[in-house]
T-cell receptor
């Protein structure tokens, strides 16, 4: 399978614990995005990388959230001291370089479901 | 005002019906527009891009009205398999390809 892969697919954790999600993008894609989605809502942008550089972070990404893409390939999203409000599906997506003059098709992984109890 | 707004539905229609979804966006300088489809508890998948001249892909037709900042998706002869949530997606200018999603419109096609 050469699509975007995410791991783990499901995570149940106790409030206050730390969790980490991993994303492996499509191999030739240099852009990688993290989104969060809760029930009944569309995906909300969290952050994105071009190669290893983190170019933008949403206000939604509090100090408890950190994302890395150390070698410009896979990425991790860590949530520290989880809260019940962090329960959501965390979606990773990747795309080819953005040219600015045409649509930017992004391809999503299957998501990582987080439940904080 | 949200950057991308959609009627959340749900839209309940019989098989064979024609159904239309609308979406408005706030940034008039937005460049690119898409419709994504999302099945229950699955990831969003690109359904079609939306071009200024309008475009059609089989039973699906997308239209863009830049003056009104309005995007539409028309599904003709709806099938049971069309049941899903349809997400309106906008690529705002000068934001490096980031996509902004509407909250989605749920469609349920009944036999």
């Amino acid at each position: 399978d050469t699509g975007v892969s995410q791991d783990p697919r499901h995570k149940i954790t106790k409030r206050g614990q730390n969790v980490t999600f991993r994303c492996d993008p499509i191999s030739e894609h240099n852009r990688l995005y993290w989104y969060r989605q809760t029930l009944g809502q569309g995906p909300e942008f969290l952050t994105y990388f071009q190669n290893e550089a983190q170019l933008e972070k949403s206000r939604l990404l509090s100090d408890r959230f950190s994302a890395e893409r150390p070698k410009g390939s896979f990425s991790t999203l860590e949530i520290q001291r989880t809260e019940q409000g962090d329960s959501a599906m965390y979606l990773c997506a990747s795309s080819l370089p953005y040219t600015g003059s045409e649509g930017n098709t992004i391809y999503f992984g299957e998501g990582s479901w987080l439940t904080v109890v | 005002r949200k950057e991308v707004e959609q009627d959340p539905g749900p839209f309940n229609v019989p098989e064979g019906a024609t159904v239309a979804f609308n979406c408005t966006y706030s940034n008039s300088a937005s460049q690119s527009f898409f419709w994504y489809r999302q099945d229950c508890r699955k990831e969003p998948k690109l359904l079609m891009s939306v071009y200024s001249s309008g475009n059609e892909d089989g039973r699906f037709t997308a239209q863009l009205n830049r003056a009104s900042q309005y995007i539409s998706l028309l599904i003709r002869d709806s099938k049971l398999s069309d049941s899903a949530t349809y997400l309106c997606v906008v690529n705002p200018p000068n934001q490096g390809g980031k996509l902004i999603f509407g909250q989605g419109t749920e469609l349920s096609v009944k036999p």
